[in-house]
């Protein structure tokens, strides 16, 4: 009621939103803390918006562990879409689905964004190969918006990269210690780091989370319950394919020896 504002962010390279101090109960001192703002009025929010190169996951395809050529390249580029007059004919999402289902897999090859790849690695050590994994889990699922929490119980149970067979000899083991590891990168992303520039480990949302629902109703996710909001992330966050036309995307690249295409890294999250 104290306050008017017509429009409440923060730059996107900053996480805290809002600053406070606040007063916690039987706390004899106030703590001059920030949050990150949530608002579900409009699109859902973002925790990791895309940018450029610098959320460019490069993924090598290969059928029976080969490059394909010949009939197996020409059968992979049937399933890419192509514009004829003015119409497209087919998505990049049926290509992806219909590559796997041919045979084909997506190998992760690099993040060329180095300040991501950095950031990612800062928060755990293969996190750029568990990333890139559940995020092409994405294209296996029955439906959109399939929230982190499914595609990373089926990229346990597939168990197919090295990275989650180190996590454990059965599926309960790699599906907690994965889904662990996502939880990490959501809050770190959500509270301080950013795809652009290298992370100190600094969190400027040391505060948590207010979340905005659609009827304007506020609640306060304190980041001192740090598994509360862990859950709450990994449970209604999604990857989200930004606009073509601001980042270069779903680009299939012949050359010698190697086929490659390229995905944006973005992450939202969904009203629970």
Known sequence: KLVCAKKLRAKSANKQDLSASVQFPNVPFSQFIG????????????ILNASG??????????????????DELARLKSFYPTTVGNSKIGTYADFYRNALKDGFNFNFKENSGGNLSYNLKFIDSKGPELLARILMEQFAAPRTRTPLADLVDEAARKNDIPEIQALGDNFEDRRNSLRHKIQ?????????ATPAVKWTGAQTASGGLLVVEKSGKVYCLELLSGNVVGNYLIENAYFEQPSGDRHSKNVLTVSPGEVTIDLQLQIRIQHP
């Open 184 to 192: 990490n990168i959501l809050l770190a992303f959500t509270t301080g």
């Open 35 to 46: 949050f990150s703002v949530k608002s579900y009025v409009g699109k859902d929010p973002t």
């Open 53 to 70: 190169d610098n959320t460019r996951f490069v993924y090598r395809i290969l059928k029976n562990g080969q490059t394909p050529s010949g």
